[in-house]
């Protein structure tokens, strides 16, 4: 007769430590106990936090929204997201830099002043255009300019050009922007620079609209 195969019982200790598992269905002295610890971790939390930080950066580069709505997911997220590093290296070409001359809402306020508060480039340069066009703030807006562009943005250097030129007090300023636009032709500049221009006259009404203010 062939010997019936017997059950299996799991048995869990109360040791918190260790798991077993016990083997019954045959004597007692030949149970066999296995060691099984059990390790419990969030997923989340395999990966170091400095990846969940570039994903973090990545994400607030192209979504503030999507930057906060990571933030209240969970709290490996809200850590990863809220590091300085986040607000310091996002970038902000997600809309036009036009818009930045106009009101923000909360979520973007909060950002940006994160942003600037954290040296961020982008924000700085964005801050020190609305500071000159939008507040008529002009020797701050160029002194933000300057600073953004020894820290090396273009962008900065692009604005402070056009700048110069169509909004210049004297003539030593339409010399400067000169000055500076033959520096991007002789870098090999001179196409991005005309397509930054046109990407910025995009919403040449606003643009326009600022700089004939101040005329």
Request: proline share 2%; hydrophobic share 40%; with cysteine.
């Amino acid at each position: 007769m062939p010997q019936a195969q017997s059950s299996i019982l799991y048995i869990i200790s109360d040791n918190h430590s260790t798991k077993f598992l016990q083997m019954a269905g045959s004597p007692e002295k030949d149970t066999k106990k296995v060691d099984v610890s059990v390790q419990h971790e969030c997923p989340l939390n395999l990966l170091p936090r400095e990846i969940w930080s570039i994903i973090a950066t990545k994400v607030a580069s192209s979504s503030i929204e999507d930057l906060f709505n990571m933030q209240v997911t969970c709290k490996v997220f809200l850590g990863a997201a809220r590091g300085d590093a986040v607000y310091k290296y996002a970038t902000m070409s997600y809309k036009p830099l036009a818009r930045f001359l106009g009101n923000h809402d909360g979520l973007e306020r909060r950002f940006l002043d994160r942003c600037l508060e954290v040296g961020n480039v982008d924000a700085i340069v964005r801050h020190g255009f609305a500071k000159y066009l939008r507040f008529g703030h002009r020797d701050k807006g160029m002194e933000l300019l300057a600073r953004a562009l020894t820290e090396g943005s273009v962008e900065a250097g692009y604005l402070s050009s056009m700048l110069l030129m169509f909004d210049h007090e004297d003539e030593e300023d339409m010399v400067r922007g000169v000055q500076m636009i033959v520096g991007f032709i002789n870098s090999g500049q001179l196409e991005s620079y005309t397509n930054f221009l046109t990407d910025v006259f995009k919403d040449n009404k606003v643009i326009l609209n600022e700089l004939l203010a101040r005329i």
